[in-house]
């Protein structure tokens, strides 16, 4: 499902491979604000309960946010940076993108934590899942959601586009979980009937259009704009374009990785083929098996047994699945650029090309391969 499109992890980046230096910053600042989040989040509460709640409350948040080792949410305060000339940025706007950093973190590691859940995982960056440590998960999901609203609301209930932001966090929540919703019900459906008439491309992107575009790609760039006073100047149709593209090649890397990724670095055990997911890579195989490929496709799919993954593992091997998403991600890629082009904004499309390299630099650390498309690494084609 959503799973670990681990955009922005420091262990994740090849040897040698630059980037801003204001990635780094991030996490500094933003494990410093940690404190004052944790206080937050349970002003209020009666004494009488609140040293068992903070004790909790502090294990899950430590447990499930400062101590992972990626990030899937582009850093607010990175963007913002990117956004901003240093001339022009303010010390209250980079601390308020360090707020709303811990607001989309505390929604999305709520959302993770159900995630794992549904899925049955066991581990996620390289622990053990939070649901297998305790019987409070659902409930310290809930809060660490709640948190991120009360944040918002100390925080920027005066600013001018607080209703705005408001929105945008909420929309983004709420399609997040149709989108875990729609993923779970295909599944289950599946795994009853063992039919694949919904296993279809359109079906797949409107899950990723739901589960992936908004938090992925959308929200942390347009939060970032807010704060930079620019997101009314911004072409919405190209943007629009862009961050579907983005979440396309997002969720096909994170289908991708549960497959074929290095253990090591990707920190959770992979289990879309056994428990009957709706994946690219399904799909894919789908559209260019032959009947007998269909059918070993069909009896293996969504089953618990080691034989019947590795099945499915050796047809997508005979259909070159992996190869077929480095081409798709190449294809997605140059279209990506060329709508960025498009932008009148300079400082966006140098921050949007940065998310590309990301992407790129980790699928080529996770999966000891070598992107063909040169132009990712040499964006200075795109900023004018």
């Known amino acids: 499902m959503q799973g670990d499109s681990r955009l922005f992890s420091r262990s994740l980046m090849p040897k040698g491979y630059k980037i801003s230096a204001s990635f780094f910053e991030f996490y500094e600042e933003f494990v410093k604000l940690y404190p004052i989040v944790k206080a937050e989040v349970l002003a209020g509460v009666d004494e009488s309960v609140s040293d068992v709640l903070y004790n909790q409350v502090e294990k899950s948040m430590h447990y499930n946010i400062i101590t992972k080792n990626s990030y899937t949410v582009f850093p607010v305060y990175t963007a913002y940076q990117y956004l901003v000339s240093p001339e022009e940025r303010t010390l209250e706007n980079i601390r308020l993108a360090n707020i709303l950093d811990w607001c989309l973190e505390l929604v999305l590691s709520g959302y993770l934590i159900i995630d794992d859940i549904m899925d049955k995982s066991k581990k996620r960056s390289n622990k053990t899942c939070w649901y297998c440590k305790g019987s409070s998960a659902i409930s310290d999901s809930k809060i660490m959601q709640i948190a991120s609203y009360k944040l918002l609301r100390k925080y920027f209930h005066n600013m001018p586009y607080y209703g705005t932001l408001l929105n945008m966090v909420s929309k983004t929540f709420f399609m997040c979980n149709l989108g875990q919703s729609l993923d779970a019900l295909v599944g289950n459906q599946y795994k009853k009937t063992r039919n694949f008439k919904d296993f279809t491309f359109n079906k797949q992107k409107m899950c990723v259009a739901y589960k992936t575009n908004y938090f992925a790609c959308k929200l942390p760039i347009n939060v970032a704009l807010l704060l ?157």
């Open 228 to 384: 930079a006073n620019s997101i009314r100047n911004e072409k919405k149709e190209e943007m629009d374009k862009i961050f579907t593209l983005m979440s396309q090649i997002v969720q096909a890397q994170n289908d991708i990785w549960d497959c074929y990724a290095r253990n090591d670095i990707y920190g959770k055990d992979g289990n879309d083929i056994t428990e009957g997911k709706l994946t690219w890579l399904i799909v894919t195989a789908i559209e260019s098996a032959s009947r007998a490929q269909l059918n070993l496709l069909q009896d293996n799919y969504g089953r618990q047994k080691q034989e019947c993954y590795e099945m499915v593992k050796n047809v997508y091997k005979d259909l070159n699945i992996l190869n077929k998403y480095l081409t798709f991600g190449d294809e997605l890629v140059q279209e990506m650029y060329h709508n960025i082009r498009k932008l009148p904004n300079i400082p966006l499309k140098h921050l949007l090309s940065v998310c590309i390299r990301y992407l790129t630099a980790q699928d080529n650390n996770m999966l000891h391969s070598r992107r063909v498309v040169q132009s990712r690494l040499n964006v200075s084609e795109v900023l004018h």
